[in-house]
């Protein structure tokens, strides 16, 4: 269960910034012992894969805090972010890579399921953040683009953190969060829903 909890934080880490998980899992792997990746999952913490995954952290990073440029950012992230919630899920609870050398084995062993699983979690995430970050840009004309994606930074950040360290906050954290979005979605709603039945 506790592997459970450490995919999801991290997945959910990959929806809001699909870097910061991956080099906050392979900086976990290299320097705390406590931390040890499956060997198929070790090349996380590799030099090359550490110094990739940290150029493309910060390209997201200022991209991502530019009006326009955002949304550009998050339509290619459409791909990147799930990919990187299904690495650290699959990675982050301890499952082994997927073996694709022999496509009839891929469905058959369930080393994909975790993967899968990541998958769509930061999938979920991404989509909403891509759903309200376009919405926001407008209604403050580009002026939220910047705090609204320090947030984010700072959320992947403290999440895959906490994934890691107390995987069990970290699921707690998400759930206060999507709570709170779904509130706030359907105060929103009833709100316009007031507002056309008076005019």
Do not use: Y
């Not at 009006?67 to 990675?91: K, L, M």
């Not at 759903?131 to 992947?156: F, H, I, K, M, W």
């Not at 709170?180 to 007031?194: I, M, S, Y």
């Amino acid at each position: 269960m506790v592997e459970f909890f450490v995919g999801t934080g991290l997945a959910t880490a990959a929806g809001l910034n699909a870097w910061m998980p991956l080099l906050v899992l392979g900086l976990a792997d290299r320097f705390l012992p406590a931390v040890e990746l499956p060997a198929g999952w070790a090349w996380l913490s590799s030099d090359v894969a550490l110094w990739i995954m940290g150029a493309l952290l910060v390209v997201e990073v200022i991209a991502d805090k530019i009006p326009a440029v955002d949304s550009v950012n998050d339509a290619i992230q459409t791909f990147v972010r799930p990919a990187a919630g299904g690495v650290v899920f699959g990675a982050g609870s301890s499952a082994q890579t997927v073996n694709v050398e022999d496509p009839t084995a891929f469905f058959t062993d369930t080393a994909w399921v975790p993967i899968l699983i990541g998958v769509v979690i930061a999938l979920a995430v991404h989509g909403v953040k891509a759903a309200v970050r376009p919405a926001a840009n407008v209604a403050t004309a580009g002026v939220a683009a910047p705090v609204l994606s320090t947030v984010e930074d700072v959320s992947s950040f403290v999440l895959a953190v906490l994934a890691i360290v107390l995987p069990v906050l970290a699921v707690l954290l998400i759930i206060a969060a999507a709570v709170t979005v779904a509130v706030v979605l359907r105060r929103r709603r009833r709100a316009r829903e007031q507002a056309s039945a008076s005019a």
